[in-house]
């Protein structure tokens, strides 16, 4: 730890401080003496006049520049720790900077492609956008083709790096000194933020991000994903096709367009449902600016660096209870909370779906413009607290992305049907997923695990008769991954133990069949 990390630190406390957005005086009352006192002390630093927290911790974040402006989109995904009005104002975080010159874009591009850089972006142009990571170029080649170039800021990775160090820093001494923030694992935290803004440095995920949506996206959904140009991208450039259209964040635009706002309203939730539940790939980042109002009726989107993913455990617990609260099962819906393993077994099913019904209940009978699924999956976390149901960070930023798929939507459509759009995409993955067909590919993927087993059978023999040796000589020894590894082999077996019934009632009745026939 370095005297620099140690004042990076500092500054960043003191401009925390400036802002009220440490311990903030309207969180006084339920923190204990030593917090209190802390917070009077950093609010002789404070502006007055700043507004909400949530907002004076956005502001603050902006001050201190990229990495904290990352930070701060990132913590806005933790729904499940923050409180709403925090939340809603990390929301509005601004990520935009002052562009950074031709020189030092043709420099980044000599860099990335040696002597050919000038033919391959002979025709950029000035920045039309610029944000904390990058900024992006329009192209436009000899033949009249357009491009929109991405390229990161010179020296940001340096910068995050130290600035991710401080993070770590603060994180320590948080562990150290409040040990009721410890639940909330800051050092992990800021681990993996550093993770995914290493990520977000290299351009060519955010390329390869962009490629898997356009496939799976295609024609029929109505969203449009730029082609990506791979002989033009690279770690630090990442070239695309230019979308022409109109930015949904430009409303005086879209007021003045033929543009058919209740279609794209849909297009928005249709395509955001059909990525997330039949593949479960979704574009996490979905607010007005990202997304375009194409010529033809399509939505473009841009901005792909933060991909959300969901296995198909998650991806059937938001189906089913999205169709249970649209059949107002609330039974099945507890259920499906205790399958997954979100809530603890201690827990009774019944007093579970008393609170989910207490859920759900008022939305049925309004309008569909007073209905928010957002509102509704939000509701959902807070009432499920109770039972001390814990959540998958995946299923917390698909709850963030609903949010702004939900609001984009509205804006375009004040009376936009969110419920009845999902329906549909709802109600075909259930019945692809949990009928016959669902059933099918069930017990072909059980067939294939039992190959792999039996192929790897062999091998754990002669691994067991190995530990068996070994445990009669030394002793049997437990260290805590041995215990973690046992629990999830304990796991695995009740979920073989399943798919295996499943292939042997399948087995049963095609055998009836054969003799029936």
Do not use: C
Not at 235 to 254: C, K, P
């Amino acid at each position: 730890m370095g005297l620099a990390t140690v004042f990076r630190l500092a500054k960043a406390g003191l401009v925390l401080a400036r802002h009220d957005a440490i311990l903030p005086r309207e969180y006084q009352a339920i923190l204990p003496l030593p917090a209190r006192l802390m917070g009077k002390l950093a609010r002789l630093f404070s502006q007055k006049g700043q507004g909400g927290p949530g907002k004076r911790l956005a502001r603050a974040l902006e001050q201190l520049g990229p990495s904290y402006v990352k930070f701060g989109q990132f913590l806005a995904s933790r729904g499940d720790i923050l409180t709403p009005e925090i939340a809603d104002g990390l929301a509005g975080l601004l990520d935009k900077m002052p562009p950074f010159s031709m020189d030092e874009a043709r420099a980044a591009l000599a860099e990335a492609f040696g002597e050919n850089s000038e033919a391959l972006f002979d025709g950029l142009q000035e920045p039309v956008a610029a944000a904390s990571v990058a900024q992006v170029h329009p192209l436009v080649l000899k033949d009249g083709t357009r491009l929109a170039v991405k390229i990161l800021r010179p020296g940001i990775e340096e910068r995050i790096q130290k600035d991710i160090a401080a993070m770590a820093l603060g994180a320590r001494l948080i562990e150290r000194f409040l040990p009721a923030a410890r639940r909330l694992e800051p050092s992990q935290f800021v681990s993996t933020l550093s993770r995914s803004l290493m990520l977000e440095m290299d351009l060519r995920m955010e390329a390869a991000g962009a490629s898997e949506l356009a496939e799976i996206l295609d024609s029929q959904s109505g969203v449009s994903i730029p082609e990506v140009d791979w002989s033009r991208t690279r770690l630090r450039v990442f070239t695309m096709e230019w979308l022409d259209g109109v930015a949904l964040s430009d409303q005086a635009a879209l007021q003045h367009s033929d543009i058919d706002k209740v279609m794209l309203g849909k297009t928005i939730t249709g395509g955001f449902l059909q990525s997330a539940l039949d593949h479960g790939v979704f574009h996490a980042d979905m607010h007005e600016g990202n997304l375009f109002a194409l010529a033809d009726g399509r939505l473009g989107m841009v901005d792909f660096g933060i991909i959300g993913r969901i296995g198909p455990a998650q991806r059937r617990y938001l189906a089913e209870i999205l169709y249970g609260f649209l059949r107002r099962d609330y039974r099945r819906v507890a259920e499906v909370h205790f399958e997954a393993g979100y809530v603890p077994d201690d827990y009774g099913v019944d007093d579970f779906a008393q609170a989910l019904r207490a859920v759900g209940e008022p939305i049925f009978g309004k309008t569909a413009k007073d209905v928010s699924m957002s509102h509704l999956l939000l509701q959902l976390f807070d009432v499920t607290a109770q039972f001390d149901m814990h959540l998958r960070p995946e299923l917390v930023l698909l709850q963030k992305t609903m949010v702004q798929v939900e609001g984009v939507a509205r804006m375009l459509d004040p009376d936009h049907d969110l419920w009845g759009t999902a329906a549909p995409v709802v109600e075909n993955w259930i019945r692809r997923e949990l009928g016959p067909e669902g059933m099918v590919n069930d017990a072909y993927d059980t067939l294939r695990e039992l190959h792999r087993v039996l192929v790897d059978l062999p091998a754990a023999i002669e691994s067991g008769t190995q530990i068996i040796t070994d445990a009669r000589k030394n002793g049997l020894k437990l260290s805590q991954n041995s215990i973690a590894q046992l629990a999830e082999t304990q796991a695995y077996r009740n979920r073989w133990s399943r798919r295996a019934l499943m292939v042997l009632a399948l087995a049963t009745m095609g055998i009836a069949l054969h003799l029936w026939l």
